[in-house]
Structure formats: C-alpha cells, structure tokens
C-alpha cells in the first residue's frame, strides 16, 4: 500500500511570505504528483500537477520533486490570507486500473 | 456543463438507520471514485468503480459499506447500520478512463456530509 506523509501543521506564515510545504512519498516505482487545495468545507481542487525531477513553476505556486529523496514540495511565493486552506499531496497508485492516495494534508494560515 | 454532481450535500441519520449517498460523475466520465475525510484528516480512498463493475475496493470496511454504479444512474455509496464514527465528509471523483491512468482530469464532488446522531 502507498504511503504518503505531510506535516500536518498547521502551518503559519505572514502575508508576504513563501510558504513551503513538504510531502514524502513511500514508493519509490511513484510516478506523477498532485498538489490539492481543500478550504474548509468545501471538496480539493488540481493547483499543481509534476512528474518531472526538477522545478515546475504556475504563477505564485512552484512544486519541487526530488525522486531520488522521495519527497515533493509546494512553495507559495506571496502568500495571501486565500492562500489559507489545507494543501493535500496525492500519488499515483497503479493497482487495480489506477487512483489517487492522499497525505492527510497540511493546514496554512497566511496571517494579514 | 455540470461538474460532478453529489447529493445529498448533509445527511442526517440516526444509529442504526441506512444512508445512501450518490454521485454522478462528470460528462463523458466513466470511472467513479469514492473518498471518506473524517474530522481533520486526509482524504481515504474507498472503492472505485467503472459502469457495472468494482475494480478495486480496498479502501472498504469489510461489514455494512457497500457501492454500485449501475449501466443507468449514478453512484450509490450505502452505509448500513450507520454508527457514530461513520460521521464524516463522502466525496466523489470521477476521471475520463480513457487510456491509462494518468491523474488528469480527476475532479471531485462537493461531497456529502454524513452526521450520525
């Protein structure tokens, strides 16, 4: 069964700032990388997708992959207090036709 | 052009009782997902299911859950006997299934809410 850890935070930052969040993944066969925002109440939206070792940016949002440490991250330049939401880390689980495993995510608070 | 669509949005139900919660995924997709998020916790995936067919559902208590997805209508996630700690967020996702898996397009509900009381 595919793992994947997060800190689950939560995670505070002032208005202004980078923040990074940081998900380890346990398959090193894994693939393909999403990032999730998820307010509170409300279902996860695609912010980032990377499968690539390297950087990719999108605006303010840049995921970093790093296969050989296992790990993906997602820094947020210029945070803004919308930016406030938990962040979910997802990995690709080919068994059985292929889903979606979540970390259980971590929480940001971009304070004014 | 309507996203995937879940419903009821809340559900209220008392132990003992049944709940069913359904799902239409979205226009052209054939491949349904279920999730549970308890209380401050990730989203576990549950089953995953294709029109008339389960291929994989090891995310699934063993007793009283069980998910259909039928030639015709939507998906149905029944929780029988409802207890307590099945209180939580139910969402959907649903995908193209075209090809391999890839992860793109994957696009969740807005969920149902279950509050056992």
């Known amino acids: 069964q595919k793992e994947v850890e997060q800190n689950s935070g939560p995670l505070s930052v002032p208005e202004g700032a980078i923040a990074s969040l940081n998900c380890t993944y346990s398959?090193?066969?894994?693939?393909?990388f999403f990032w999730y925002r998820q307010y509170s109440g409300k279902s996860p939206e695609l912010i980032m997708f990377i499968y690539s070792n390297g950087d990719k940016e999108d605006g303010r949002f840049t995921a970093q992959l790093n296969k050989a440490s296992q790990y993906v991250s997602l820094l947020i330049r210029d945070s803004q207090p919308s930016d406030s939401a938990t962040y979910l880390c997802?990995?690709?689980?080919?068994?059985?036709?292929?889903?979606?495993?979540f970390g259980q995510g971590t929480e940001l608070s971009v304070k004014p | 052009n309507a996203g995937v669509m879940q419903n009821p949005r809340h559900l209220v139900r008392r132990r003992g009782q049944e709940a069913r919660l359904r799902c239409s995924p979205m226009?052209?997709?054939?491949?349904v997902y279920w999730y549970r998020q308890l209380p401050e916790e990730g989203l576990k995936f549950m089953v995953y299911l294709q029109k008339e067919n389960i291929i994989d559902e090891s995310g699934m208590p063993k007793e009283r859950f069980s998910a259909e997805f039928p030639k015709e209508g939507p998906s149905i996630l029944r929780i029988q006997q409802v207890v307590r700690g099945d209180s939580a967020a139910y969402f959907c996702?649903?995908?193209?299934?075209?090809?391999?898996?890839?992860?793109?397009?994957?696009?969740f509900g807005s969920g149902t809410r279950l509050t056992v009381v």
């Open positions: 226009k052209g997709h054939s491949h």
């Open positions: 997802a990995v690709i689980d080919y068994n059985q036709g292929g889903k979606l495993i």
């Open positions: 996702a649903s995908s193209p299934g075209q090809g391999s898996f890839s992860g793109y397009g994957y696009t």
């Open positions: 398959d090193r066969g894994s693939q393909s």
